[in-house]
């Protein structure tokens, strides 16, 4: 019964490559969320996407493209990886106001 | 800028005392204040939030206190546990911003 669900839990790859992180919740909500956790666990939000509509595009290279078929999944594809996209990202959801989310369980992406 | 920091990186507290976390904001902005834990392995999880016309909240075992004239944000946990050990959050939100800002985040760890 797993509100926000993100997919593949780790993901270990070489530099250059191009990966995506899929995410899905069944919570019903409008709105939802990239975010970015580094080694120094400080989160930064990357995406905020409401009715499958960006809403925010927070400075983030053009390497990473979020797409959203529907508005229960937000997915992330990152071309050309770096060593410095190496972190933990997390996807969430809301409704209504941004102040209450529901975080999945993370990716830990490690670029080599 | 908008930024959310943290006092005191890392503390260490006696199971069943009080604890204290402390935040320092800028933005006075924001409309709301929100406390996020998260455990290892885990996403952030919403704990309480406060408007920004209120002072003080209290929720289960936690009580947020908000001080706009020093810009300083607490979060109070009363009977530490060791369940309560984890990462605490604080974040802000402008009230139609589709996004939280997050501060470093605090370690919380319990001594039996």
């Known amino acids: 019964d797993t509100a926000v669900s993100q997919t593949p839990k780790y993901l270990v790859t070489q530099m250059g490559n191009d990966k995506s992180i899929k995410c899905e919740q069944n919570?019903?909500?409008?709105?939802m969320y990239w975010y970015k956790q580094d080694s120094k666990k400080f989160l930064k939000i990357m995406f905020s996407?409401?009715?499958?509509?960006?809403?925010i595009n927070e400075t983030v290279p053009n390497r990473f493209s979020p797409k959203s078929p529907d508005k229960a999944h937000l997915n992330l594809h990152i071309n050309s990886l770096e060593l410095g996209d190496s972190a933990v990202y997390f996807c969430?959801?809301?409704?209504?106001?941004?102040?209450?989310?529901?975080f999945g369980p993370g990716t830990r992406l490690l670029v080599l | 800028g908008e930024s959310v920091g943290l006092h005191l990186p890392t503390l260490s507290v006696q199971e069943g005392d009080n604890s204290i976390i402390n935040c320092a904001y800028s933005?006075?902005?924001?409309?709301?204040f929100i406390w996020y834990k998260q455990e290892s392995g885990k996403g952030p999880q919403f704990i309480i939030d406060?408007?920004?016309?209120?002072d003080k909240r209290q929720g289960q075992r936690v009580t947020v206190l908000l001080n706009k004239t020093v810009k300083h944000l607490s979060l109070q946990i009363a009977a530490t546990q060791p369940g309560d050990s984890a990462v605490y959050f604080c974040?802000?939100?402008?009230?139609?911003?589709?996004?939280?800002?997050f501060g470093q985040g605090t370690r919380l760890t319990i001594n039996p």
């Open positions: 969430a959801s809301s409704q209504g106001g941004a102040q209450t989310q529901y």
């Open positions: 919570l019903g909500h409008d709105t």
């Open positions: 996407y409401n009715n499958k509509e960006l809403i």
């Open positions: 933005n006075s902005a924001s409309d709301y």
């Open positions: 406060i408007r920004s016309n209120m």
């Open positions: 974040a802000e939100n402008m009230e139609g911003a589709q996004k939280l800002v």
